[in-house]
């Protein structure tokens, strides 16, 4: 069964600053991998994912994301945070086999960003 | 532009109501789901459909049934509802064929508080 882990529930950086949030995720084989952001009310939007190719990939909002295999990592960053990137933000992994079209999304991470 | 919508957004209802929450997608995707959000858990799968008149079992699939009598809409029933079932529901639907992993595209939630 796949699982994913997101290390960080609250993280507060300032305006301007860069950004890392943290996935870790448990599966067989290689797979895919989402990040969606939640803003308050709303529901979740994908801002990136990795289905293949290239493990360096390139969202909306200038997010980007890096599959590592060997760290079993999908880590999101951002060279420079605006205020309004406050939100809260869930990684999410999907099996590549079977007929179940199973993701499984992580508890998520909540960004706070201070002027 | 296609979307996904969610009635009600908020839902009051007393214990041991049948509670139905409509959830209706334009971008006549085949596969549609429910799933509950609470703090500390993500979201988690209540049911899925890959198509008209099937239906499956998430991980937290006990007190709650859908049905699926066309494309465009699955509606998730709480045959009784219980304080346990206080939640942020969401809907979400894709495009994968033949069960195939896909981006997932979610509505905006529906806050339900059973008193």
């Known amino acids: 069964a796949q699982s994913v882990t997101q290390p960080d529930i609250h993280i507060t950086v300032s305006e301007g600053a860069s950004l890392e949030l943290r996935c870790n995720y448990s599966y067989g084989a290689t797979p895919y991998l989402f990040w969606y952001v939640q803003s308050p009310g709303q529901g979740l939007q994908l801002l990136l994912k990795y289905f293949s190719g290239d493990t360096l990939v390139q969202g909306i909002k200038g997010f980007e994301a890096e599959f590592k295999r060997s760290q079993s990592s999908f880590n999101l960053r951002k060279p420079s945070v605006h205020w309004s990137d406050a939100a809260e933000y869930f990684c999410?992994?999907?099996?590549?086999?079977?007929?179940?079209?199973?993701?499984?999304f992580g508890t998520g991470t909540k960004l706070q960003v201070i002027p | 532009d296609a979307e996904i919508t969610q009635s009600p957004r908020h839902k009051i209802t007393e214990t041991g109501r049948q509670v139905t929450l409509a959830c209706h997608q334009t971008?006549?995707?085949?596969?549609m789901f429910w799933y509950r959000q609470d703090l500390g858990h993500g979201l988690r799968l209540i049911h899925y459909?890959?198509?008209?008149?099937?239906?499956n079992k998430g991980e937290v699939s006990d007190g709650y049934s859908v049905s699926r009598s066309n494309t465009e809409d699955l509606p998730l029933t709480l045959e009784s509802a219980a304080s346990s079932q206080t939640s942020v529901y969401f809907c979400?639907?894709?495009?994968?064929?033949?069960?195939?992993?896909?981006?997932?595209?979610f509505g905006p939630g529906t806050r339900l508080t059973v008193l």
């Open positions: 459909s890959y198509g008209v008149q099937d239906t």
């Open positions: 971008w006549n995707h085949n596969n």
């Open positions: 979400a639907s894709s495009a994968g064929l033949a069960g195939r992993t896909d981006t997932q595209y």
């Open positions: 999410a992994v999907g099996a590549r086999a079977g007929g179940y079209q199973k993701v499984t």
